[in-house]
């Protein structure tokens, strides 16, 4: 109990409420701008991380990602351009609102909505995630490696539209994981006779590369081939009605907010779904249950509500593996899980034993970074729509420059800077090819403890290969990982064999 009290104490201190509160309101502008997600947003930011005290830095990079999440539907309303991919459901009807006029009425249905998601996901965190752990812990070496192979296959799975190609960017992953020095015999590995290696890919530049670099380099050629970007909505109507949300509008909407938030839980707990799943699967099971379903799309606030709620609740109930069995459901939480492990911490059922002030420390942050969202976003909304606003000539060299100091700052390193530059090549054509960096990012962070479970498996074992079939756990864990892989092939060559006799 005292340590609970002493980590809800912890984050009332100025220094933490100052950094969630510059993380919410940098995050929320950073979100408005297309082409800059959570994510990107984090792997730029984690080296300003280095000189901050561990509750700072993650209430910090925390604030960021949920203010990124509803920063993304204001692109995603005023210009019909999500500024991140779970924002697009929201353009649907947030768009159409803002040729009317109703554009400010539009974004005030989104804050609201995206405060009760995050708010009722953090509290489910917050009930759930210490029980949780506490059983993990009886999870051995077995169990752990075929927990990680079972995650990486689902998020290889749904992060490409082959599995193969998700499976082999999982695999690529692994492999620049293990580059360094072998941590059983203490001897280098797959490092060429190139010293900087010996100590391994640092996580900073490799992630910047692959997440802000490549984007950058697909938006400058997105930019260049059509010629500018679209401009921002022209005009707002001045009439209280089209420019507020009125208390029976909201009442009207609460089932719609309750059973997205519970649709955003449920998907982000679940290794590798992701945002844009529950804000696409909420907004079918809103306009499925309305009244009037033919209203979707032309200007509806409960399709909104529907997907800001769904896509907020993700950001809280991500967490949930992380923080339980040190897994990171998606990218932002892989970012995050980078984030605890710079500042000495391994994310997983251990962490509550080993840092429980800060944990709660971590879990009020959470809870603060919601309500400051609903402060920043009722109080600052005009403001961060100029963000939209930017001209890509001046964006782009910021951001730019930003991931070069950002590769920089971590090791003081020239190398970092090149070995970002080069994952920035390789990730953009992962992405011009359709193979999944997420998986790529997710298999580069896990290996570590997938190797060290494996390794810890065949010593006790004394190599013995029949070691997994006497831990229940542990074979019905593979035999998921088989089922995932048997059922997206079988998928995969149905929708082929159906798109070929369409044709």
Known sequence: MESIIAGLLDSLSPISLLFVFGGVALGVAIGAIPGINGPMAIALFIPLTYYMSPLAAIGFLVGLNKGAFFGGAISAILLRTPGTPEAAATSWDGYPLTQQGKGEKALRMALYASFAGDLFATIVLVVIAAPLATVALYMGPPEMFALITLALTVVAGIGSKSIARGLIAAAFGLTAGMIGTEPVTALPRLTFDIYQLESGLSLIPVAIGLLAFSEILIQLERHVGSGGSQGSATHFSSRPEDRLVAWKELFDNLKTLFRSSLIGVGVGAMPGLGAPVASFLSYDQAQK???TP????????????????????VVGASLIPLFVLGIPGNL????????FMIHGMMPGPL????????MYGVFGSLVIASFFLLLIGRFGLKLFCKAVQIPAVILYPIVIFTCIMGSYLGQSSIFDVIVMLVFGVIGYFMRKFDYSFVAFLI???????????????????????????????????????????IKTFVGNIRNKGYKETRA
């Not at 932002?332 to 984030?339: E, F, H, S, Y």
């Not at 962490?351 to 800060?358: D, I, R, T």
């Open 289 to 291: 249950r309305s009244k």
């Open 294 to 313: 033919d209203k979707f799309g032309k200007g509806n606030l409960e399709g909104i509500a529907a997907s800001e709620s769904a896509n907020s609740a």
């Open 332 to 339: 932002a939480v892989a970012m995050l899980m980078g984030a």
């Open 351 to 358: 962490l509550f034993e080993e840092n429980s002030q800060l």
């Open 443 to 485: 298999g580069f962070i896990l290996v570590p403890e997938w190797e060290r479970a494996l390794q810890q498996v065949v010593i006790t074992s004394q190599f013995d290969p029949f070691m997994f079939f006497t831990r229940p756990v542990a074979v019905i864990l593979m035999l998921l990982v088989l089922y995932v892989v």
